[in-house]
């Protein structure tokens, strides 16, 4: 059975910083391009940041450039988000999604989330 | 980095078909192939329905469908049921690889 599970989320105050982590299993994770995607409470998917299968490629929305680093451990199937000088608007469920194409297809599969709330 | 355009909600009765709008431009949905589509139910992940366009994954029903006319996607829900009652999200990647999401649709079963 496929499962991200993400941990490391909670409350934190402004300009303060969190490491988000993502245990993966049931696939293989090395082949696996991630993404880290946030929701704010109420709001739609915003798209954080995207790692590829060997770390070649990293890339960052403008939103976070800067303050956020991706990175990956292949050997211990994680993925993880380093979230520095955190503000209010960085509240929001962190989903952990990882997606891969071959001849078969398209596979796409994502975590259950985890809330960050940044407030005083 | 500005969000995909789509319609904040769309509502059909059940049996009916519904469609859902996703404008962008010529750096993203009308240039690229890799335009998705979630359906996302409240307090639930969101479950991949089509990718690159037109491509249904194993498992999800042929009653969804996708396309695309410049650049603008579209995700049609044929002989629409209570279950797909939910918000749904359009994705495509941009010619800088950033990944872009649509403000979401409502889609409400009357």
């Known amino acids: 059975e496929v499962q991200l599970v993400e941990s490391g989320g909670g409350l934190v105050k402004p300009g303060g910083s969190l490491r988000l982590s993502c245990a993966a299993s049931g696939f293989t994770f090395s082949s696996y391009s991630m993404n880290w995607v946030r929701q704010a409470p109420g709001k739609g998917l915003e798209w954080v940041s995207s790692?590829?299968?060997?770390?070649?490629?990293?890339y960052y929305a403008d939103s976070v450039k800067g303050r956020f680093t991706i990175s990956r451990d292949n050997a211990k199937n994680s993925l993880y988000l380093q979230m520095n000088s955190l503000r209010v608007e960085d509240t929001a469920v962190y989903y952990c999604?990882?997606?891969?194409?071959?001849?078969?297809?398209?596979?796409?599969?994502w975590g259950h989330g985890t809330l960050v709330t940044v407030s005083s | 980095q500005s969000a995909l355009t789509q319609p904040a909600s769309v509502s059909g009765s059940p049996g009916q078909s519904i469609t859902i709008s996703c404008s962008g431009s010529?750096?993203?949905?009308?240039?690229?192939?890799?335009v998705s589509w979630y359906q996302q139910h409240p307090g639930k992940a969101p479950k991949l329905m089509i990718y690159?366009?037109?491509n249904r994954p194993s498992g999800v029903s042929i009653r969804f469908s996708g396309s695309r006319s410049g650049n603008t996607a579209s995700l049609t829900i044929s002989g629409l049921l209570a279950e797909d009652e939910a918000n749904y999200y359009c994705?495509?990647?941009?010619?800088?690889?950033?990944?872009?999401f649509g403000g979401g649709t409502k889609v409400t079963v009357l």
């Open positions: 010529s750096s993203d949905v009308g240039g690229y192939g890799h």
């Open positions: 999604a990882g997606d891969y194409y071959d001849s078969s297809g398209y596979y796409d599969y």
């Open positions: 790692i590829s299968s060997s770390s070649s490629y990293i």
């Open positions: 690159d366009v037109d």
């Open positions: 994705s495509s990647y941009t010619n800088t690889n950033v990944r872009l």
